[in-house]
T-cell receptor
Framework: NAGVTQTPKFQVLKTGQSMTLQCAQD?????MSWYRQDPGMGLRLIHY???????DQGEVPNGYNVSRSTTEDFPLRLLSAAPSQTSVYFC?????????????FGEGSRLTVL | AQSVTQPDIHITVSEGASLELRCNYS??????LFWYVQSPGQGLQLLLK??????LVQGIKGFEAEFKRSQSSFNLRKPSVHWSDAAEYFC??????????FGTGTRLLVSP
């Protein structure tokens, strides 16, 4: 009963390096999203997808890329990491349609950019 | 634009005492409202949700929340807090249940 799986759980990068945070879900959810969590700021939406091949920007998309080639996977790419991207990142998924009502979250990926 | 205010950063409650966490939202239409809980090192888990019907909603773990349109509030309550309730609580609003705007969270500490 895996749910939403994020890897890696911890990562340290140097400024300018690139990396990909992986997110996979086994619930056949159409909707997937990435949030970042920073102290005193709650969770902010980075990017989201309503199905394979469809992505859109959230509140704080700059510096991040996403793609959705399959229903199961929604990777988040940092092309050139900056210290401002130090954060905890959460992937979340849900079904679409009326009254489905719940986002399922992964356990988070803590990223530090030096 | 949608926004959520959780005015209390930290709250300490004695075990067995009642709890109320405040949430005020700003939204133009009828909002979808949520409370999520985050235990240390974990992702968020849905406690309860409101988007129509009875304004008093029941959730898991004995929590409830009341939607008050006139006050733009959706406060979370529990009659008797247990030590295992210590966590961070997030209120969220959306025009559906997906692209949610979260508050900054309230950390609940439970004293013996």
């Amino acid at each position: 009963n895996a749910g939403v799986t994020q890897t890696p759980k911890f990562q340290v990068l140097k400024t300018g390096q690139s990396m990909t945070l992986q997110c996979a879900q086994d619930m056949n959810h159409e909707y997937m999203s990435w949030y970042r969590q920073d102290p005193g700021m709650g969770l902010r939406l980075i990017h989201y997808s309503v199905g394979a091949g469809i992505t859109d920007q959230g509140e704080v998309p700059n510096g991040y890329n996403v793609s959705r080639s399959t229903t199961e996977d929604f990777p988040l790419r940092l092309l050139s990491a900056a210290p401002s991207q130090t954060s905890v990142y959460f992937c979340a998924s849900s079904r679409t349609g009326v009254d489905t009502g719940e986002l399922f979250f992964g356990e988070g990926s803590r990223l530090t950019v030096l | 634009a949608q926004s959520v205010t959780q005015p209390d950063i930290h709250i300490t409650v004695s075990e067995g005492a009642s709890l109320e966490l405040r949430c005020n939202y700003s939204y133009g239409a009828t909002p979808y409202l949520f409370w999520y809980v985050q235990s240390p090192g974990q992702g968020l888990q849905l406690l309860l949700k409101y988007f129509s019907g009875d304004t008093l909603v029941q959730g898991i773990k004995g929590f409830e929340a009341e939607f008050k349109r006139s006050q733009s509030s959706f406060n979370l309550r529990k009659p008797s807090v247990h030590w295992s309730d210590a966590a961070e609580y997030f209120c969220a609003v959306g025009d559906g249940f997906q692209k949610l705007v979260f508050g900054t969270g309230t950390r609940l500490l439970v004293s013996p």
